[in-house]
């Protein structure tokens, strides 16, 4: 059941044209061996060419210079093969938007069906490795925008500790936890890739948190091969169905096997959504214009990108308005709503080290999304995952700024299901090699 290599062979070999729809422009593939022909999500710069986040307010947005991490990218051996579609602002445009779906590119399929979703903000990044266009791609995460697309598809999605890969040249959500991170075939490849674009950057400040003398060799862990002695504090969304319960006693024997154990956690946090959300909200607009004050783009505010849509409605909002952006413009100027809702995430970050100190914990493990829904225009992913399995635990990885790892382990109804792997902030290399001792 939980075995996907059949759909995964078949994607790798065929000579793939971008049947899916997971990119916005493909450029030659390198022909030097040696290179790692990789795919960009298009809210990372690349000198010379558009940086859109989906939006065609952003067709004239030549980035001036590479991303940090490109730049990093470039100089280890890889070669940049296209920029993939996203969920237009990164789904931060509309409560009702459509993961996979901009303005610019229209809306990526799901590999497996192209009726079905292949979740979001990453789309187009999961759907290129996924499809066989390319063995790594490079996503970004505020919550779950690399792990839900990761799993979804069925591949390997790396969120890193926010800090160890700079932001800088990066279109923001919120900078207490976006984060970029790679997407890949395997631990080992997503590894190689996490290794390279992994550093301080003077014009990232987070990047100065990483610790000094931080191991960053992260291919070395990708060598193991057993978990004894590890203890994983079990996740327990999703255990309310058959599904759940049954992966609960195929993980329990899986990590036994590797000489871990399961610890079920007696876990009483209270997810506090109305103040994340709050957050992005207000670090959204001064983000966004700070990033847009350095850029090519002749729009320089938030309220001009809303003139835009307005004025192009028929393009841009025929699926979904931009009441987010209204709620941003607002919320930037509620400073003191702001750090009350950064203390209440800080709080909730302690309580999930604190529950992870008490049991004793090397890392949490849970499911990391349910299967794939149908896409539905007329009421985005909201209305249509009401009709789907739901469940989710990659949300505490996301305001803590935590690492989060997701690996192909199951599948529901013939859809991929991933196992995510979260550890405490700079564990990422523990983390992945978790994740290579059970990756299939």
Same mark, same amino acid.
């Given at each position: =059941?939980?075995?996907?290599?059949?759909?995964?062979?078949?994607?790798?070999?065929?000579?793939?044209?971008?049947?899916?729809?997971?990119?916005?422009?493909?450029?030659?593939?390198?022909?030097? @061996?040696?290179?790692?022909?990789?795919?960009?999500?298009?809210? @990372?710069?690349?000198?010379? /060419?558009?940086?859109?986040?989906?939006? *065609?307010?952003?067709?004239?947005?030549?980035?001036?210079?590479?991303?940090? *991490?490109?730049?990093?990218?470039?100089?280890?051996?890889?070669? @940049?093969?296209? &920029?993939?579609?996203?969920?237009?602002?990164?789904?931060?445009?509309?409560?009702?938007?459509?993961?996979?779906?901009?303005?610019?590119?229209?809306?990526?399929?799901?590999?497996?069906?192209?009726?079905?979703?292949?979740?979001?903000?990453?789309?187009?990044?999961?759907?290129?490795?996924?499809?066989?266009?390319?063995?790594?791609?490079?996503?970004?995460?505020?919550?779950?925008? #690399?792990?839900?697309?990761?799993?979804?598809?069925?591949?390997? %999605?790396?969120?890193?500790?926010?800090?160890?890969?700079?932001?800088?040249?990066?279109?923001? #959500?919120?900078?207490?936890?976006?984060?970029?991170?790679?997407?890949?075939?395997?631990?080992?490849?997503?590894?190689?890739?996490?290794?390279?674009?992994?550093?301080?950057?003077?014009?990232?400040?987070?990047?100065?948190?990483?610790?000094?003398?931080?191991?960053?060799?992260?291919?070395?862990?990708?060598?193991?091969?057993?978990?004894? %002695?590890?203890?994983?504090?079990?996740?327990?969304?999703?255990?309310?169905? /058959?599904?759940?319960?049954?992966?609960?006693?195929?993980? &329990? &024997?899986?990590?036994?096997?590797?000489? %871990?154990? #399961?610890?079920?956690?007696?876990?009483?946090?209270?997810?506090?959504?109305?103040?994340?959300?709050?957050?992005?909200?207000?670090?959204?607009?001064?983000?966004?214009?700070?990033?847009?004050?350095?850029?090519?783009?002749?729009?320089?505010?938030?309220?001009?990108?809303?003139?835009?849509?307005?004025?192009?409605?028929?393009?841009? =909002?025929?699926?979904?308005?931009?009441?987010?952006?209204?709620?941003?413009?607002?919320?930037?100027?509620?400073?003191?709503?702001?750090? &009350?809702?950064?203390?209440?995430?800080?709080?909730?970050?302690?309580?999930? *080290?604190?529950?992870?100190? /008490?049991?004793?914990?090397?890392?949490? #493990?849970?499911?990391?999304?349910?299967?794939?829904?149908?896409?539905?225009?007329?009421?985005?992913?909201?209305?249509?995952?009401?009709?789907?399995?739901?469940?989710?635990?990659?949300?505490?990885?996301?305001?803590?700024?935590?690492?989060?790892?997701?690996?192909?382990?199951?599948?529901?109804?013939?859809?991929?299901?991933?196992?995510?792997?979260?550890?405490?902030?700079?564990?990422? /290399?523990?983390? @992945?090699?978790?994740?290579?001792?059970?990756?299939?």
């Amino acid at each position: =059941m939980r075995y996907l290599f059949i759909f995964l062979f078949f994607f790798y070999h065929l000579a793939i044209a971008d049947e899916f729809n997971s990119l916005i422009e493909e450029y030659p593939s390198s022909n030097n @061996i040696s290179k790692v022909n990789i795919v960009i999500k298009d809210n @990372i710069d690349i000198k010379g /060419k558009a940086t859109t986040a989906g939006s *065609l307010a952003l067709v004239n947005n030549t980035a001036k210079e590479n991303a940090f *991490l490109i730049e990093k990218l470039l100089a280890n051996n890889f070669h @940049i093969k296209g &920029k993939s579609n996203l969920s237009e602002w990164a789904n931060f445009r509309s409560t009702n938007s459509i993961s996979g779906w901009s303005s610019i590119n229209g809306q990526t399929d799901h590999p497996l069906d192209p009726e079905y979703n292949p979740c979001g903000s990453s789309s187009g990044s999961a759907v290129a490795v996924a499809s066989g266009i390319v063995d790594i791609a490079i996503g970004t995460e505020t919550n779950g925008s #690399i792990t839900c697309p990761a799993s979804v598809v069925g591949i390997v %999605g790396m969120k890193p500790t926010v800090g160890l890969v700079s932001r800088n040249g990066i279109i923001p #959500i919120a900078s207490s936890q976006d984060t970029a991170g790679p997407m890949g075939r395997s631990v080992m490849i997503v590894a190689q890739t996490l290794q390279a674009i992994a550093g301080e950057d003077l014009n990232d400040i987070k990047t100065k948190d990483i610790p000094q003398n931080f191991d960053r060799n992260f291919m070395e862990a990708t060598t193991n091969k057993t978990l004894k %002695g590890k203890r994983f504090g079990l996740l327990k969304s999703g255990f309310d169905n /058959k599904f759940g319960k049954e992966f609960l006693k195929t993980i &329990k &024997k899986d990590i036994a096997k590797l000489g %871990g154990s #399961i610890v079920i956690l007696d876990d009483n946090r209270n997810y506090p959504s109305e103040e994340e959300y709050f957050v992005l909200l207000y670090e959204f607009k001064h983000g966004l214009e700070s990033y847009l004050k350095n850029a090519s783009e002749k729009k320089k505010s938030l309220q001009e990108l809303i003139d835009f849509n307005n004025e192009n409605s028929k393009k841009v =909002m025929k699926l979904f308005g931009q009441e987010i952006f209204y709620l941003a413009i607002e919320a930037s100027s509620n400073e003191v709503e702001y750090f &009350k809702s950064l203390q209440v995430l800080k709080e909730s970050n302690e309580e999930t *080290l604190l529950l992870m100190e /008490k049991y004793n914990l090397d890392a949490f #493990i849970g499911l990391t999304r349910g299967p794939a829904w149908k896409t539905n225009e007329d009421g985005g992913d909201n209305e249509a995952m009401n009709e789907v399995i739901s469940f989710g635990n990659g949300g505490y990885a996301a305001i803590g700024g935590l690492p989060h790892i997701t690996i192909p382990y199951f599948t529901i109804n013939g859809f991929p299901v991933g196992l995510s792997l979260i550890g405490k902030p700079w564990s990422d /290399k523990e983390i @992945i090699s978790y994740a290579s001792a059970l990756e299939h």
